[in-house]
């Protein structure tokens, strides 16, 4: 391939440019660039910044995330409810005690997972959801924004060595890659770690090219960030050692800012994880510490998703642009440090046994479509070169985008989809309870699976006028106990004379049975004992409403049940504790 490397650029570059002999040049700001860098106005790159905002949001109105409930992932509601608990916190102007608050709101909408996760992606969308809104679309445009953030600098960083036109196109197709829709219209932290870690991961190719302590520190600033957004952030910890590998640049561990960024990085995450570790690790679901059967498990899934995010054409044109850029890398450090952050995500999802999920590919996307772009780019300027195309002109500067575009329409071709987001149900019952004021019962039971009891509480919390202020409890924790997940469950009553007795005595008024769940693990014990309690004759309870309940796409008619009992407000109202809702 004619692409002159930096040294070769600095000796005589230039002019190769000008004859045709270099197919593509790389052309970057910092010391000893070949040229000045391609120019493009801040009003051109505002409008690709609102391109690429308008692409998202068109295709998530496309796939009716808008419409959805929060139920694209199983953490979706958690997410939710979290974040709207930290916006009600900053509502209320009483910023004394935020524990005190925390429990108390985990009591009325037990969904909140603070200790679960970190806390940056709740504070961001909880600060989001009290100046724009706590809507459905309110949630999604944040997330949407997050997504068009990473496309827009996915251009930025190739539009120097491929041009603005391949640039545009590789932020678009970054957009279109499935599993980036899914995550991107879902509350869910993988886009906000791929926005920060791919900042962290430039930052880090900033330091290898000036050697200037700023940018070591500001990719540790980046790198604590991603951190308090989901321990993910860990696989940025390889990126210093493996770039530095790539480089064969040992010197570089004799620099102090190094040393000092890796303590900087500690003194910001470690208090957090030092407390919360233990509760993170009890819901990983292949087990609490590495093993080998986990990474024989996640080495045989993982490559059956690297397709999907560039297609089997993108696949093979990865290793081109690594390639090209571990080769220009000696003097632009953002190759290598971003060919770092590909294996540093793989061996972190490969160790680590949180879970085996097409979604932490989202966080490898972006680097991936980058090296992808690169390989379309390299190929499309060689080929155009070596048939004769000639140097200079407009031809030559899009061959670039050629190639990209060739790779797009490969990867639609093979692997395109609309990433579509169906839930509905819970929400709209929580919300006919809500909106009746106190004319219905205000402390209520959900039974259903993780999922389902989950947009049951958030549908609830955000039909509030202000909250907290129904109490709704989680059937799998009250009457059961089921891990985070839904594993390891035990039963708690034996009787429904027991189950009854536990409704009456804790002043609940309403239940909802989902009984679209009778065909899956959780179709606990207690849900029969439920309806056998709520269908019974002569224990007072009749029938509420029902709904058609939608689980991504699949219609289930009436099959979420609800009941009240007559005499509701003749209850006790007796305190509920979080060891009540939590059971330990």
């Known amino acids: 391939m004619a692409i002159p490397n930096h040294k070769e650029a600095n000796n005589g570059g230039a002019s190769s440019a000008g004859n045709g002999r270099g197919a593509l040049r790389l052309v970057v700001d910092g010391p000893g660039a070949t040229g000045p860098a391609p120019r493009a106005t801040a009003a051109f790159q505002v409008a690709v910044l609102l391109g690429l905002f308008a692409l ?9 995330a808008f419409e959805s409930g929060f139920g694209g992932f199983e953490d979706e509601p958690a997410h939710l409810v979290t974040s709207l608990m930290v ?56 997330m949407t924004l997050i997504e068009a ?31 980036v829709q899914e995550c991107s219209a879902s509350a869910m932290t993988e886009s906000l770690i791929a926005l920060l ?60 800012a190094l040393w000092g960024a890796a303590v900087m990085v500690a003194l910001i995450v470690g208090p957090w994880y030092y407390f919360t570790l233990s509760m993170s690790q009890g819901t990983w679901t292949g087990g ?60 972190l999802h490969l160790t680590v046994p949180s879970s085996i999920e097409e979604r932490h590919f989202a966080v490898l996307a972006p680097a991936w479509t980058i090296f992808a772009a690169l390989g379309a780019g390299v190929v499309g300027a060689t080929l155009f070169e070596g048939l004769g195309g000639g140097s200079g002109g407009r031809a030559q500067k899009l061959a670039p985008a050629g190639g990209v575009l060739v790779m797009a329409a490969a990867m639609f071709v093979t692997h395109g989809r609309l990433a579509t987001k169906h839930w509905s149900g819970w929400g709209e019952a929580a919300r006919r309870v809500a909106v009746r004021g106190d004319q219905s019962p205000d402390r209520l039971l959900i039974a259903s699976d993780p999922v389902g009891e989950g947009l049951f509480v958030a549908g609830v ?90 689980r991504d796409g699949i219609v289930y008619p009436g099959s979420l049940r609800a009941f009240v009992r007559e005499d509701w407000k003749a209850l006790p109202r007796p305190e509920i504790s979080l060891s009540d809702v939590l059971r330990r």
């Open 56 to 64: 998202a949001t068109l295709l998530h109105v496309a796939s009716g």
């Open 87 to 142: 916006r009600d916190w900053l509502a209320s102007g009483d910023l004394s005690n935020p524990r005190a608050f925390a429990e108390n709101y985990y009591v009325h909408y037990p969904k909140v997972g603070v200790g679960q996760w970190p806390p940056l992606f709740h504070g961001l969308l909880g600060v989001w959801m009290l100046v724009i809104g706590t809507s459905t679309a309110s949630v999604v445009a944040f």
């Open 149 to 179: 953030l990473i496309a827009f600098v996915i251009y930025s960083v190739l539009r120097r060595p491929l041009g603005d036109a391949a640039g545009v196109l590789a932020g678009g197709l970054f957009l279109t890659v499935p599993i």
């Open 197 to 256: 870690g791919l900042g962290a991961v430039l930052a880090f190719g900033r330091f290898l090219d000036t050697g200037k302590a700023r940018w070591v520190f500001a990719f540790a600033g980046a790198a604590g960030a991603t951190l308090l957004t989901k321990g993910s952030g860990l696989a940025l910890g390889l990126v210093p050692p493996l770039s530095i590998l790539f480089l064969r640049r040992l010197d570089l561990l004799l620099r102090p």
């Open 288 to 347: 609490g510490s590495p093993s080998w059967e986990f990474f024989v498990s996640a080495a045989l899934a993982f490559p059956g998703w690297l397709p999907g995010l560039a297609g089997w054409l993108g696949l093979l044109l990865v290793p081109v642009g690594l390639f090209w850029g571990l080769r220009n890398g000696a003097s632009h450090g953002r190759w290598v440090a971003l060919a770092a952050w590909v294996p540093a995500i793989l061996i």
């Open 461 to 550: 919390a955000l039909a509030e006028d202000r909250r907290p202020l129904r109490l709704v409890m989680r059937a799998s924790k009250v009457l059961g106990n089921a891990g985070w997940s839904g594993y390891d469950y035990e039963q708690r009553f034996a009787t429904l004379d027991e189950v009854d007795g536990y409704l009456r005595e804790h002043g609940v008024g309403y239940v909802a049975v989902d009984e679209s769940t009778r065909s899956s693990r959780h179709w606990y014990p207690h849900m029969e004992q439920l309806l056998g309690v709520l269908e019974s004759q002569d224990r007072g309870w009749r029938p509420f409403a029902s709904d058609d309940v939608v």
